[in-house]
């Protein structure tokens, strides 16, 4: 019985890669950084080769955590980017739906390793927070198709699902 609980509690730990966070001050505007375990699934590959294009979305939420109160959100933000492939050049084009950059890879390895780590998120600036108070930054992330009506996915119900949804990711924006 000893045994299977070491057995049990190692392996989820050795696959349980959440992801994580962490924040910095630059220029009075505080800035984030994400390690994501991001892996596209196989049926999301196929869908990408086939011509639809993906969307990955990164939620984010500024909490002031209280203790013996409700939490208070500060405010929240999103960043959102495009996958294709581009059937001419054969390769994986990302743009990042926020600002309007584009980047261009040959392999879906390339692609899930920009998004593993994503860097330099710009989150709040630092004039609107009290430095006595406990904040954290909550993350969420998705991916989902794009182009598919909601009747074409109410009658492929059956078939596997194209959307993702990562585990939520927290972290202290002030440590």
Wanted: proline fraction near 1%; avoid cysteine.
């Amino acid at each position: 019985m000893l045994m299977l609980f070491f057995f049990l509690f190692f392996s989820t730990q050795a696959f349980a890669n959440l992801g994580a966070g962490n924040s910095y001050v630059k220029d009075g505007v505080y800035f984030s950084d994400v390690q994501l375990p991001f892996k596209l699934q196989q049926q999301q590959i196929e869908a990408l080769d086939s011509g639809l294009t993906l969307r990955f979305q990164l939620s984010f939420s500024i909490v002031d955590i209280r203790n013996w109160r409700i939490d208070r959100d500060i405010g929240s933000l999103s960043q959102a980017y495009s996958i294709r492939l581009n059937a001419f050049t054969g390769r994986y084009m990302i743009s990042n739906l926020n600002i309007g950059t584009k980047a261009s890879f040959s392999s879906i390895e390339e692609v899930e390793v920009f998004f593993s780590e994503i860097k330099n998120i710009p989150l709040v600036d630092d004039s609107i927070l009290d430095i006595e108070k406990n904040y954290s930054v909550i993350m969420e992330a998705e991916i989902s198709a794009e182009g598919i009506s909601q009747w074409i996915k109410t009658l492929s119900f059956w078939r596997e699902n194209l959307d993702t949804e990562f585990e939520a990711i927290e972290w202290k924006l002030l440590d």
